[in-house]
Each structure stands twice: as C-alpha cells, then as structure tokens.
C-alpha cells in the first residue's frame, strides 16, 4: 500500500540543497517525492506547516545509549525515543557499553536490537581498542563490515600515540572517520569542574583547559600525518578553537562538534553543587563559551552534537565529587540552538540545521541529513516561535540529569517522521 503524506505551508530549510523558502512537500512511501510552492495532489495524510520549520531530521553524532549493560540509564528504545522527541532522525552510539562495542558481533548484537526496538535510525560506533583499555586495537576492518560508523574511544582518551596512529591509518582504509575525546587524564588529576576562579570559590578540584588542548593538538598532529579523517568530540575550551583554525588553514581533515551545553552555560553555574552541572568536559569559562560561539557562527565547528549520557538518580543525587560525569541532550538540544544561538544572533535557522543535518552526516559518511527529492524521508517539523519550559519529568529518556530543567526556551519539534513514518505527532509520541 502507498502511503502519501503531504506537508503544507511549511518553511522548508535543506541547508544541503541551498534551500530556506515557504512550500509543500510530498512523501510518498519512505521518500520526498515532490517540493513545489504549491502541490494539490490527493493524500492519506496532510500537515499544516504553516510558520513552521520543516527540516532534516537531526542527526547526532555523539549518544551513549548504554545498552548493553548498563540499561538501568537508557536502553536503545527509550534513547530512541528520547532522539525522536528531540526532532533528531538518526543517532551514533559510542561503544563505552558493557561489554564494549569492540567487536563486529556486538556491532550486530546493536543493530538487532535497533532495528527490534528503536524508533530512529541507529549507528553504532566501534571501539579503537579492545575493552577501551588502550593496549591493543580492536577489530576496526570487522566492525566496519558490520556496520561501524567510526571509531572512537569516547569517555577515554586513546595515550599511546603510537597505537592511536595505527588505528588512523586502518580508518582511511576503510574510509571511516576517528571520533576523538581530547581528554590527558595526567593533566586532569581528579579534577571536577572547570579550573578557575569558580572551582577556587567552591572547594572543588578544576580541570585546566590544556588537558584538553594537549590531546586535541596530538590528534590533528597524526590525522595530518596520516590523511585519516579526524572529528573532535565536544570541544570546551579557547584553545582546542584555535588549533582547529590553524588546522583548516593548513587543510587538516579535521571536523569537531560542540555540544549545547557548553555554548549556553559556563562554570558559573556550578554554584549549587547541582551535579547536574557536571560533565566531562566540564563547563568552561567565559571566554571560552564566546570562542565555541564564534567558532561556531564561522563555521570552525561545523556540528552540533549532544553527547547524550544518561544517568541513574543516585549517581547524580550525592556529593559532587562523587557524582557522576554527563547529562541528557537528546530533549533539549533543539530548543537552546534556537534559543542561545538563533535567538541570539550567532546563526541563522539554516545554519543551526546545517549544524545538525547535513553537516554530522557529511563526517560520517551517510546519504542523510537532505531532503531534496528522491531523498529518505527523514524530517522534522519545528515551532522555532514557541515558548515552554524544560520539564524533565516528561523526558521520554530514563535519564532525568539535566541542568537545565525549568528553564524557558524556544523551539519544540512538533512532528518527527522517519522513512515516511510519522514517529512524533503534534509533540506527542506515537506509541
């Protein structure tokens, strides 16, 4: 049976097409089959789109969906879920499960369990060492053949350059990108927060900047040496900015990302102890926060993504140096794009779209993020003009660690459709 569904009146951003103008679109099956200003044609299904976004669905790069093992924090049908509330179509998951994603068969063991439960599309990242201990590669040209995106040793850094360099050159064999967490655990000693005069005000131990900058100016060093592509995961800091510049400039193939939380919120908001504020990397200061946001408005950071980490109650709910690292994303990320970086003044809708569609897909290597005709109907349907406040309470993830529960924003993605599937309706899941 063919299924037609009709969007009208919408305004349709496709950054990947050069496309921001008022029309109609036509899905027919699993694809878009038609863009005009207007289309009349008969179908089972029409939207109202009218001062609405209708865009890409979002892409993000950086999600722990922590199944397997750890699946009292998430599980791949409640992150996916929580992916689809938050507008976002197809989601990459880091491997630092239990066991670790270091294997092809724990790359299919992920794939099953997506394609049984998942509601968005879901990718799995493998590991670049086995276990993540960082002693021994992990199998990058098997894992790839089962379906790895990229390769990553998220919530660790890879410290032995030697063995990093080698899994760079497996990557441009198989033509898949590194995704690196620039994180020197020497420099960090147990660190908490930002390095400043925040953490001196609170008692709590800081994390100084050049213990990222250590490692994200090591990494470009290989990927230029290497040719492999390289993508830095969460960039935090004025330094790791400027590394990048310089690498563009000499025409690295390095992309990076930026998270939300650290383009809205800076170390002064650990004043609480709210563990909900803390995060690896933490929350830097202001002179950094500006340099993200410039960085992202020249296009130095060219993704946004939410490094999605869930958590139990308990191992938030305790002393803050105890506390667990990380907070959720998926929920919130769209709402303080528009609200931080639109709103703002920093990026246009296109280029807040850009950041979360084409731009992602482009590093992985994935026909996403476009919905020019003939392309996957993946797309999201945004009120960009409405105002609410953040209520973790009616997160669709099990993780309910957000710092930014209460606040009022802009931007709600209304529908959420995945191949054609309408997953989101009116804001509500359909279940």
Not at 13 to 35: E, F, H, R, S, T
Not at 303 to 322: L, Q
Request: glycine letters at 10%; one cysteine or more.
């Amino acid at each position: 049976m063919i299924l037609k569904i009709l969007i009208k009146n919408g305004r349709i951003i496709n950054p990947a097409a050069d496309m921001d103008k008022k029309g109609d679109l036509l899905i027919v099956d699993d694809k878009v089959a038609k863009i005009a200003d207007k289309i009349e044609e008969e179908a089972d299904k029409v939207i109202d789109a009218e001062g609405k976004w209708v865009t890409p669905g979002f892409i993000d790069l950086h999600v722990h969906l922590r199944d397997p093992g750890f699946e009292y924090k998430e599980t791949i049908e409640t992150g996916s879920r929580a992916a689809a509330m938050g507008g976002f179509t197809t989601v990459c998951c880091m491997p630092n499960t239990n066991p670790v994603t270091d294997s092809e068969i724990m790359v299919e063991y992920i794939k099953m369990r997506a394609e049984r439960d998942a509601v968005v599309n879901v990718l799995p990242i493998g590991a670049i060492t086995k276990g993540q201990a960082g002693e021994e590669l992990a199998e990058i040209g098997k894992m790839t053949k089962a379906g790895a995106c990229a390769i990553s040793e998220d919530g660790k850094s890879v410290m032995n350059a030697g063995l990093l360099k080698t899994a760079m050159n497996y990557s441009k064999m198989f033509n898949i990108p590194v995704l690196s967490h620039c994180e020197d655990k020497s420099l960090v000693g147990g660190g908490v927060m930002n390095a400043g005069v925040q953490s001196q005000l609170m008692g709590l131990k800081g994390i100084s900047n050049d213990s990222e900058d250590v490692i994200a100016s090591r990494d470009i060093i290989l990927a230029e040496n290497t040719g492999a592509k390289l993508h830095l995961c969460h960039v935090s800091t004025r330094g790791s900015v400027q590394l990048l510049r310089e690498a563009h400039a000499r025409g690295v193939n390095v992309t990076a990302e930026c998270c939300p939380h650290h383009f809205t919120l800076t170390d002064e908001a650990v004043t609480s102890y709210d563990a909900n504020t803390k995060m690896n990397p933490p929350l830097r200061s202001k002179e950094d926060v500006a340099a993200l946001r410039q960085a992202l408005k020249d296009n130095t950071i060219s993704v946004i993504a939410t490094d999605h980490a869930p958590h139990g109650i308990d191992e938030k709910n305790c002393e803050y140096d105890k506390a667990a690292f990380g907070i959720v994303g998926l929920e919130t990320a769209l709402a303080l794009g528009v609200t931080t970086l639109v709103e703002g003044g920093y990026l246009t809708p296109s280029q807040l779209i850009a950041k979360m569609t084409i731009n992602p897909a482009n590093v992985i290597g994935i026909d996403k993020g476009d919905i020019s005709e003939g392309k996957t109907a993946d797309i999201a349907i945004v009120d960009a003009d409405t105002t609410y406040k953040i209520d973790a309470s009616k997160f669709e993830s099990k993780g309910r660690n957000t710092p930014f529960d209460g606040w009022e924003v802009k931007g709600k993605a209304l529908y959420t459709i995945v191949g054609g599937k309408i997953v989101v309706e009116e804001g509500v899941l359909n279940k």
